[in-house]
């Protein structure tokens, strides 16, 4: 059965948010984090960013270390103890991010936040009802990892291709040439991308542009053109049309509308 010491949901951290713990909680407790918005996070002794939707599961005592990247950090959280053995029959490795595709990132959300509304209301079977319902979330983010198979031997190249997606947005990515570097034609390459993330390489690249751009609209008085061409964009005029795409508003009243809200 598991025990669950202290949780949140939708907890929202500013841009100078950092965790940096050598020996994590300890012996007597796990960490587990699905963090929501683009973040630093130290895995292995390097950093990298990691992209929104990662869910991580800390071992006892291992090193925990993320931080903010951007204007805001938005996680849900839990620490908790459980059978030693319980990640044994899971595909979840500790102290490994897992990339949750975005069609269930509302099902992971959903069940994380009844987690939190049962413990919260300390109700008389509430123990054994949160064990159960944390046991299914592992079961579902589980099932989400990549199966050894098909595209498995890719799995590792395709993540490090998205933390430099994400890492370097103004960098003129074009999908024929990244699909060279794997040695497989344009097709086969997407199809393994999305079949891996839930979302196009295109995709992706155009969200790490939006994401870069929208921290130098609120963080810095550049031009319109200026934050175009440190994001990857030949030009303020496309740079506009696909932030709107994706925003659902102009640039410029991004950045008025969120200024002023601060």
């Known amino acids: 059965m598991f025990e669950i010491f202290c949780m949140g949901c939708d907890d929202a951290e500013d841009a100078g948010f950092e965790v940096d713990r050598p020996n994590g909680w300890g012996a007597?407790?796990?960490?587990?984090?699905?963090?929501?918005?683009?973040a630093y996070?130290?895995?292995?002794?390097?950093?990298?960013?990691?992209p929104p939707n990662?869910?991580?599961?800390?071992?006892?005592?291992?090193?925990?270390?993320?931080?903010?990247c951007g204007d805001v950090y938005i996680n849900d959280w839990m620490e908790f103890d459980g059978p030693n053995n319980?990640?044994?029959?899971?595909?979840?490795?500790?102290?490994?991010?897992?990339?949750?595709?975005?069609e269930h990132e509302k099902e992971i959300s959903s069940v994380f936040r009844m987690i939190s509304d049962t413990f919260h209301s300390r109700g008389r079977r509430g123990?054994?009802?949160?064990?159960?319902?944390?046991?299914?979330?592992?079961?579902?983010?589980?099932d989400l990892c990549p199966a050894e198979g098909k595209y498995g031997r890719y799995h590792d190249e395709l993540l490090e291709l998205r933390r430099e997606i994400y890492g370097s947005p103004e960098k003129d990515w074009r999908i024929p040439?990244?699909?060279?570097?794997?040695?497989?034609?344009k097709s086969y390459f997407q199809e393994i991308y999305k079949k891996?993330?839930?979302?196009?390489?295109?995709?992706?690249?155009?969200n790490s542009r939006?994401?870069?751009?929208?921290?130098?609209?609120?963080?810095?008085?550049?031009?319109?053109?200026?934050?175009?061409?440190?994001?990857?964009?030949?030009?303020?005029?496309?740079?506009?049309?696909?932030?709107?795409?994706?925003?659902?508003c102009p640039p410029t009243s991004f950045r008025k509308k969120y200024r002023t809200e601060r």
């Open 196 to 206: 891996t993330f839930g979302t196009s390489c295109g995709t992706d690249i155009i």
């Open 210 to 248: 939006v994401e870069c751009a929208k921290g130098a609209l609120l963080n810095t008085d550049r031009s319109m053109s200026e934050i175009a061409d440190m994001c990857g964009y030949g030009s303020a005029v496309h740079f506009s049309r696909q932030f709107v795409r994706v925003a659902g």
């Open 28 to 38: 007597g407790c796990y960490l587990l984090l699905f963090i929501k918005t683009q």
């Open 127 to 142: 123990l054994e009802t949160c064990s159960l319902l944390l046991g299914a979330m592992l079961n579902m983010v589980s």
């Open 54 to 68: 990662t869910f991580i599961v800390y071992n006892k005592c291992s090193h925990h270390k993320y931080r903010a």
């Open 41 to 50: 996070m130290t895995v292995g002794g390097v950093e990298r960013i990691i």
């Open 177 to 185: 040439e990244i699909a060279d570097r794997f040695h497989l034609n």
């Open 86 to 102: 319980f990640m044994d029959r899971l595909s979840i490795r500790f102290d490994t991010p897992v990339f949750v595709k975005s």
